[in-house]
């Protein structure tokens, strides 16, 4: 049972380059999530989204940013133009349509680490 | 959502329990206790969550007090693999989507 697969493990940029960042989530999840990590500090939420839509991006700047998860394949997360402070762990998280409790848990999966030269 | 507390560090001997505590006195009624897990390098680990019974897995037990203001997370046997980072984070099940975490506890498996 595959986990969330995120690819690349590491991608190098230098400034004013487009970062693409994707996740596969698990078989059967629908749900897919996209988190920061800063050096040093915790996860801070960035967007959520269905299969073809954005139910939530306030977590996102507002520019260079944009979030995407098509019908088919992955889910993309671009960041254009990056900046030095666009370097972050990125992590990607999946879950089911939620229950009748609406609790499912968010698997995680082991990120992008990005570097911006 | 409700906010937590918990200690920034804690020792355990390797084999004994590691009991995390943590406190979320201002949790509501229909918020969820979920407890995550962060191993150097690697993306946030789901370990187990509860409403206000406790909860047992292959991984860990957890424990909501009657009240539902603080719980614990215990890990029976640990191990140096359980060293880690270990969130608390408190959940409302009609909310948005989002996990909020926090700083965490930093939890370090001694030999």
């Known amino acids: 049972n595959a986990g969330v697969m995120q690819n690349p493990r590491h991608l190098v940029r230098r400034r004013g380059q487009e970062a693409r960042l994707r996740c596969s989530p698990m078989?059967?999840?629908?749900?897919v999530y996209w988190y920061r990590q800063l050096p040093e500090e915790g996860l801070k939420f960035m967007v959520y989204l269905q299969k073809e839509n954005i139910i939530d991006e306030s977590g996102m700047p507002k520019e260079r940013f944009s979030a995407e998860f098509p019908k088919e394949g992955p889910s993309i997360l671009r960041i254009q133009q990056v900046v030095r402070g666009d370097s972050a762990a990125y992590f990607c998280?999946?879950?089911?349509?939620?229950?009748?409790?609406?609790?499912?848990?968010?698997?995680f999966g082991d990120g992008t680490r990005l570097s911006i030269l | 959502d409700a906010k937590t507390t918990q200690p920034p560090s804690m020792d355990c001997a390797e084999g004994r329990a590691a009991n995390l505590p943590c406190n979320h006195s201002?949790?509501?009624?229909?918020?969820?206790v979920y407890w995550y897990r962060q191993i150097h390098s690697q993306g946030p680990q789901y370990i187990i969550h509860?409403?206000?019974n406790n909860e047992t897995n292959e991984m860990a037990s957890l424990i909501i007090t009657e009240d539902r203001k603080s719980s614990t997370l215990i890990l029976p046997h640990a191990t140096l693999r359980d060293t880690a980072v270990y969130y608390c984070?408190?959940?409302?099940?009609?909310?948005?989507?989002?996990?909020?975490f926090g700083g965490g506890t930093r939890l370090m498996v001694k030999p």
């Open positions: 984070i408190v959940r409302a099940n009609n909310a948005g989507n989002m996990l909020t």
């Open positions: 998280a999946s879950s089911p349509p939620r229950g009748v409790d609406g609790n499912q848990p968010q698997h």
């Open positions: 201002t949790i509501s009624g229909n918020e969820y």
């Open positions: 078989k059967g999840h629908s749900h």
């Open positions: 509860g409403l206000k």
